[in-house]
């Protein structure tokens, strides 16, 4: 079992930034990818950015690459998000996600909460 607990959305208006963390807890040694996903209202939910656990390779969405940074910090067993220039088209719920099968960053199998981000225009 893992254990997956978002922060830090908000509000901001478009060009701010903000970043989401998820303090992960449980069987973290069997995490292969941790990753953000996003689902916004009447649209299905969208791997947003991964990053292996082993590696620490990353992989980005075309709409958010060069815009946010996903990063691992295994010491405090938290997984963050990072995103600049924040468009309307950004306001989402925002789920932390844990990989313990070996899908390839593609595939979740523990969800956290969410977390809400607002971009407003």
């Known amino acids: 079992q893992v254990q997956l607990v978002e922060s830090g959305g908000g509000s901001v208006q478009a060009g701010g930034s903000l970043r989401v963390s998820c303090t992960v807890s449980?069987?973290?040694?069997?995490?292969?990818?941790m990753g953000w996903l996003r689902q916004a209202p009447g649209k299905e939910r969208e791997v947003v950015a991964s990053?292996?656990?082993?590696?620490?390779?990353?992989l980005y969405a075309d709409s958010v690459k060069g815009r946010f940074t996903i990063s691992l910090d295994n010491a405090k067993n938290t997984l963050y998000l990072r995103m600049n220039s924040l468009k309307p088209e950004d306001t989402a719920m925002y789920y932390c996600?844990?990989?313990?099968?070996?899908?390839?960053?593609?595939?979740?199998?523990?969800w956290g909460q969410g977390t809400q981000v607002t971009v407003s225009s």
């Open positions: 990053i292996s656990t082993i590696g620490g390779g990353t």
């Open positions: 449980g069987h973290t040694s069997r995490r292969y990818y």
């Open positions: 996600a844990a990989d313990t099968v070996g899908y390839g960053g593609k595939i979740y199998n523990y």
